[in-house]
């Protein structure tokens, strides 16, 4: 029940708040490690890529925006080294957006990099408690929680 002392509205924000803070100390080390450009966004553009490439129209729909605003960033993350464009081997008349190296390393680092962030919460809140929250949020989470269209979610 929610009492003065602990508002409704303070869990959303403090879940907020939790990613926020570990999104952060993420983009401040892969700045270190070369990648001050990356930016939160485009996490979930390489992710929606994926491993096998996929086209602008893809893309927009597994992120939910217009493939016009896709494209505008597959040209941001194309000019920063991240994405590259083919010739769909498979039809002619199609590109396909694939990762580069850079794009893998970016994404590499990234799950290290959570890895190492994961286990500084556990040495400040205690392994048992970090491992309790996990749990209690998986009780709760709905299990399509994984969505990529988290972008258009919150700007939609």
Do not use: C, N
């Not at 994926?50 to 494209?71: C, E, F, I, M, Y």
């Not at 920063?80 to 694939?98: F, I, N, Q, S, T």
């Amino acid at each position: 029940m929610a009492t003065p002392d602990r508002p409704g509205f303070a869990l959303p924000l403090l879940l907020l708040a939790g990613f926020r803070t570990l999104i952060d100390d993420l983009h401040a080390e892969l700045a270190q490690q070369g990648h001050p450009e990356l930016r939160p966004a485009h996490g979930f553009v390489l992710q929606a890529v994926g491993p096998a490439g996929t086209t602008a129209s893809d893309l927009g729909q597994r992120l939910g925006v217009s493939k016009q605003a896709a494209g505008k960033t597959i040209d941001r993350l194309v000019a920063l080294g991240y994405l590259e464009r083919v010739d769909d081997p498979a039809d002619a008349r199609r590109k396909l957006v694939r990762m580069t190296e850079r794009g893998l390393d970016g994404l590499r680092r990234s799950a290290v990099l959570f890895d190492q962030l994961r286990d500084r919460w556990a040495a400040t809140l205690g392994p048992d408690r970090v491992a309790a929250m996990e749990d209690d949020l998986r009780r709760m989470v709905p299990s399509d929680v994984f969505r990529l269209d988290v972008p258009g979610w919150f700007s939609g």
